[in-house]
């Protein structure tokens, strides 16, 4: 199945406290950004160790987040792929309001960990940028937009920007010079000073 076809997971209380540990969701964005991998290989990456990433890798199996790849395993060796192409919170204000702390505190967890990958990823951007060719640092972007809107248009924004951004997921197949390239969108409300 292409990573098109594959689903957007919706988190919900269960599915975001299994979720919810800053190794799990390291091994998760891993399996997303690179594709299937071991156990020993994810440790690897991750600076881990083996027992732990294969820890892990089970709790998320159990979970229905990654599944064995046996089209790559052999008997000694596992591989682990995505069983989604991503997850989402369709709406974070009832997980925030839930009744049990253990729900609120794994939200929070996870999302202190996607705004410590997102800085990590623009912070290699940062100091990696000159070893990439011309076209790409001039086809890169870092831009801050500060607008009026009601929560509806910022939902409204949301969604158009989320299309747009599914709509160019295959459109560089098959092309040589196609490289992974990150897009994150944080937007969010912010006092009058």
Avoid: C
């Amino acid at each position: 199945m292409t990573d098109a076809r594959r689903p957007i997971r919706s988190l919900d209380p269960r599915s975001l406290r299994a979720l919810a540990h800053p190794l799990r969701i390291r091994i998760l964005d891993a399996l997303h950004e690179y594709g299937p991998a071991t156990a020993s290989r994810l440790a690897d990456r991750l600076d881990e160790s083996s027992g732990a990433t294969s820890y892990h890798l089970r709790q998320l199996a159990a979970h229905d987040f990654v599944e064995e790849d046996t089209a790559r395993g052999t008997a000694r060796e596992r591989w682990w792929r995505a069983t989604q192409r991503g997850t989402r919170l369709d709406d974070i204000g009832e997980i925030d309001r839930h009744p049990d702390p253990e729900v609120r505190g794994a939200l929070s967890l996870l999302m202190h960990e996607t705004a410590t990958r997102h800085a990590r990823d623009l912070n290699t951007w940062l100091g990696t940028m000159r070893d990439w060719p011309e076209e790409w640092r001039e086809a890169s972007d870092l831009s801050s937009f500060t607008l009026r809107l009601t929560p509806e248009l910022a939902g409204e924004l949301n969604t158009r920007l989320h299309e747009l951004v599914e709509s160019y997921r295959e459109k560089a197949a098959g092309d040589e010079r196609a490289e992974r390239v990150r897009v994150h969108l944080h937007s969010f409300p912010r006092a009058e000073d």
